[in-house]
């Protein structure tokens, strides 16, 4: 039985990752949805072609690892495609923010992330696919949204990795880098009203972005990043001192 898995699912991008797997990959026999608010995957489930199976998961609790496995070797699926969306973040100065918020950002934008892939992967074969959910702010170091900045750092470099390691076996990662979007994450993060740069950005649709990932992770892309504009970005932090990098972009 094929399968898709993603996390996070419950709003924004992870709606937009649910609606364009359904629509792209019909074949399906099933679709995971994981997130903390089971009354919204519920929700979404409906009217849905493929079934799908609403898990209600907190990924910052290590006891969910076991238990995703134990059902993964219970149900004997194949996962042709896991989408690692689940993700937080702050806008805070560090000092100003206190450590559970700020180590939470790590346990589920990191632990979690590394977690849930290497307890799927050995259900994945050929022609199988990762997405993880990085972000511009991965490029270089953002002020402000300093541990947000580095954990993202951490899931484009170990999607490269990861990458790397499974060239051959037909398993592809894509890490998707979008810049803002409208979603419940601008509130969540604290960031609607507190930041003059994200009110200059320009913002991506995140159906668009979700379908595009889908797309491109299917044909083997390594990386996709939204828009010229945040292309540009990317480029410039390659080639131009972090420590103006983060002056310039400051949030």
Not at 39 to 67: F, K, N, W
Not at 86 to 109: C, F
Request: aromatic share 8%; hydrophobic share 45%; glycine share 6%.
């Amino acid at each position: 039985m094929n399968i898709a898995i993603i996390t996070g699912a419950s709003a924004g991008l992870g709606q937009s990752f649910f609606r364009s797997v359904c629509a792209r990959h019909p074949d399906l026999e099933g679709i995971w949805l994981i997130a903390r608010r089971r009354e919204r995957l519920e929700a979404m489930a409906q009217g849905c072609p493929i079934p799908v199976t609403a898990l209600s998961m907190d990924l910052t609790d290590p006891a969910c690892y076991d238990a995703l496995q134990e059902r993964l070797t219970a149900a004997g699926v194949r996962v042709k495609m896991l989408i690692n969306n689940a993700g937080l973040g702050e806008l805070d100065n560090v000092i100003d923010s206190d450590w559970r918020t700020q180590s939470r950002m790590v346990d589920l934008n990191c632990r979690a992330l590394t977690a849930v892939t290497t307890v799927v992967l050995p259900f994945m074969a050929a022609g199988s696919c990762i997405v993880n959910v990085s972000s511009i702010a991965s490029f270089a170091p953002n002020a402000r949204m300093t541990v947000y900045s580095s954990t993202k750092a951490y899931v484009s470099s170990f999607s490269k990795g990861l990458r790397e390691e499974l060239r051959g076996s037909g398993i592809n990662v894509l890490a998707v880098c979008p810049g803002p979007m409208k979603t419940e994450f601008l509130e969540v993060a604290n960031i609607t009203g507190r930041s003059p740069m994200f009110k200059l950005l320009p913002y991506s649709d995140p159906d668009r972005v979700a379908d595009r990932a889908v797309v491109l992770a299917g044909r083997g892309r390594g990386m996709y990043t939204p828009r010229l504009f945040f292309k540009f970005y990317r480029l410039l932090a390659k080639l131009l001192p972090h420590a103006l990098i983060i002056k310039l972009c400051k949030t």
